[in-house]
């Protein structure tokens, strides 16, 4: 599928900011049209997360409640104190 294809299916969403044409990725649209960019962009994601708290700048905090719901949460820090 080429890029043009992938705006007409509404995987990329374009937008004008400070009159320059940028493009978003609707993740719902890329899960169903285009699950490759939809993994890509949760590995991009996942990865960028995984930096910033190795370099300090998020904590990151995770509770398992009794019926098995997990919750995360991220505390975004100063580098090596937190705000």
Known sequence: ????ELVDLGVY???DVNGELM???????AKE??????????DAV????LEAIEA???ELDFAIEPEGNMFTSYLV???GSMV
């Open 1 to 4: 599928m080429d890029f043009d």
């Open 13 to 15: 969403e374009h937008m």
């Open 23 to 29: 493009y978003t990725v609707n993740m719902q649209k």
């Open 33 to 42: 049209h285009a699950p490759e960019i939809y993994y890509a962009e949760l």
């Open 46 to 49: 996942d990865t960028a997360i």
């Open 56 to 58: 300090g700048y998020l």
């Open 77 to 79: 820090t100063k580098k």
